[in-house]
């Protein structure tokens, strides 16, 4: 079979709520331009928010918050550790996304006189913008990709990015149902592949029960590693608090404004904010282990007219299986207390702070690379953030893009386009390998055992030695068809970023975001050593570099005090509690 | 023992040396197709999968779950014109 070879300005690998504005935008501002949108899904129901979401959980809208405030409040949900001036240009830039999203035809909550109606959820501030018809705004996406002209390309997977000397020259990769080998020649690459949702392993063992939608394996993690670029604040996990048993949230931003809220076995709150934070997610943890444990959500407090409300936006939007899941269990929030847990562990910007590293322009460190939504490193920017960031990496890599034409492919190139055609399709040439679902539970049973916090260099050890091990394991596993190969493809995903994950936490010598990086052989958090972002990278040889990186001068001074403003979560009387 | 010692040391070398032996399995699946209502030749279901999970039964020309994949997210269930689709909560979390 030929390759399919294509010539792209740009080129935008994930088509979820990042990906669709970054092509909008660049084939906006580049009317003759080629614009090509690759997903390895199909654009109507990809990316994290596949049903639609039920919010902006970040909305910093006039008269409710301001862009300081917003960058404060992150900055302190992130212990410091924030390049301010990348959380700055989002919060800037965000409220005419919105105003845009509403000219698309997107549906926000407003009020009768209507204003937006924001609701508040975080420790500090108002940023809960509700989106009761969420479930609508892909189709809205894609109805303006369409228009704009954009090419879609669905079904194809990207595999590795193609360099000319130190830049990006294009995309590899294969389509996931005909196998077709597919090379992209681009001017420049936007990466917005979400999350690396499938890292942990669910407490159920079922693999695709993931938290996020299990097609973002870490795809664009492991492809900018290996690209050259820099990673940052991988040790900083995601770690959410769910329904037990079930990977939807409880959910503290629908049911919170409303009066939902945390409790204990013994009824009683032990969190004053739901909002997600490691410092949140720490105290859940410990009630959770304490005999007060297990901890629930509860509703059954409030009016009827209240329940319905929240079964109309929880059901139909964001996860919307949940209905069936209590019903077959006999549960009913009216009658109930919802049982909670903890998700698996996952590397992801848009919820807590890992990510590939980027500035305030989406630059990653390879030059003509973008990046990002939940890959980027900009700390808890979520969907709002990652629509307002594909189109910032647009805007900036169209003036990147100005200065020059496309290049000839040269030797160096065909090299990498041959040795990657023959590392994609080994896999083909041994059908009765290692199944690639029995490679995939190991990898992401050894990340719970090993990398699963409260974490200790130890455990890390123990984790990275089965991780180099699995390189060679990969050897082993097979595919019968294009399908089973994207699944092997993403297990080498996992691993890329199982390994990332054990290093950066093994480097970071102290205890950082609550849960998220809490090592029990350096319990406590270290400001003088480690006030620092820690990022990684590979190096000329292939390995795996980690280094600091200074935190430059904030746009938004905190005082000490201020710093620090997520670390008493813990209800007064619950402290007591936890004392006994 | 020292012949079972042997047979041991040789076994454990051939365990890193034979080939792969596999074996079928059948697995319940969350998504239920109803034959009756299912339009053959319609793919509206299987592009809407994000994780590509279903596929035309070659047997039927319907479509079904292929892999055991499901994320449960009702994509195919809420995009199916003819309400032909259930998405049961997969039994290990049921």
Known sequence: MDDTTLEADIVVVGGGSAGSTAAIRAQQSLPRGRVILLEKAHIKRSGAIAIGMDGLNNAIIPGHATAEQYVKEITMAN???????????????????????????????????????????????????????????????????????????????????????????????????????????????ILCCGASGR????????????????????????????????????????????????????????????????????????????????????????????????????????????????????????????????????????????????????????????????????????????????????????????????????????????????????SEQQDQIAKERERVFAPLSRPDGIPHHQFEYKVRRLVNDYLQPPKSANRLRAGLEYFDRATHELEEVGASGPHDLMR?????????????????????????????????????????????????????????????????????????SELRGYHHLRIPAAEADAAQ | MSELKDRESIKTLQARQVGNAHTERRFDVPVVVDLEKCITKCRICIDSCPVDCLAVNPETGKAHMKFDECWYCLACEIDCPKDAITVKIPFLLR
Not at chain 1, 273 to 281: A, F, K, L, V
Not at chain 1, 502 to 524: C, I, N, V
Request: charged share 25%; glycine share 10%.
């Open chain 1, 488 to 560: 092997v493809m993403e297990s080498h995903f996992i691993r890329d970023c199982a390994e990332m994950a054990a290093r950066a936490s093994l480097y970071r010598t102290e205890s950082r975001w609550g849960l998220y990086h809490y090592r029990q052989d350096f319990p406590k958090m270290d400001d003088e050593n480690w006030f620092v972002h820690v990022n990684l990278k590979r190096d000329e040889h292939g390995q795996m570099q980690l280094f600091k990186r200074e935190i430059d001068p904030y746009v938004v001074p905190l005082d000490e």
């Open chain 1, 199 to 410: 890292l942990g392993l669910p407490a159920s063992g079922y693999l695709y029960g993931t938290y996020e939608n299990p097609a973002n394996a870490g795809d664009g993690y492991s492809l900018a590693y290996q690209a050259g670029a820099e990673l940052t604040g991988i040790e900083c996990f995601q770690i959410n608090p769910l329904i037990k048993d079930y990977n939807g949230p409880a959910c503290a931003y629908v049911t919170g404004p409303l009066g939902g809220h945390t409790v204990n076995a013994r009824g009683n709150r032990f969190i004053e904010s739901d909002y997600w934070s490691g410092h949140m997610m720490m105290e859940f943890y410990r009630e959770l282990h304490s005999e007060n444990g297990p901890v629930y959500l509860k509703l059954d407090h409030l009016a009827p007219e209240t329940l319905t409300e929240i079964e109309r936006v929880l059901h139909k939007t964001e996860r919307p299986s949940r209905g069936r899941f209590h019903q077959g269990r006999g549960k009913g929030y009216a009658s109930d207390l919802v049982e909670m847990h903890i998700s698996e562990i996952g590397l992801c910007s848009g919820h807590s702070g890992s990510g590939v590293w980027v500035n305030e322009r989406g630059e990653t460190t390879v030059p003509g690379l973008y990046a990002a939504g939940d890959m980027a490193c900009v700390p808890h920017n979520y969907l709002l953030g990652a629509l307002t960031y594909g189109k910032l990496c647009a805007q900036h890599a169209l003036d990147y893009i100005g200065g020059f034409d496309t290049q000839e492919l040269h």
């Open chain 1, 79 to 189: 212990d410091g550790i924030v390049n301010q001036r990348a959380v700055w240009e989002y919060a800037i830039n965000s409220y005419s996304m919105i105003e845009e999203l509403d000219r698309w035809g997107v549906k926000f909550q407003k009020t009768a006189a209507g204003d937006f109606d924001v609701k508040k959820v975080h420790h500090k501030g108002s940023y809960v913008l509700p989106m009761p018809e969420g479930y609508d705004l892909k189709k809205i996406l894609m109805r303006v990709l369409k228009r704009a002209g954009v090419q879609i390309i669905n079904r194809v997977m990207a595999t590795r990015l193609l360099k000319d000397g130190d830049r990006i020259a294009g995309v590899l990769g294969f389509d996931t149902r005909t196998g077709q080998y597919t090379v992209i020649k681009a001017k420049a690459v």
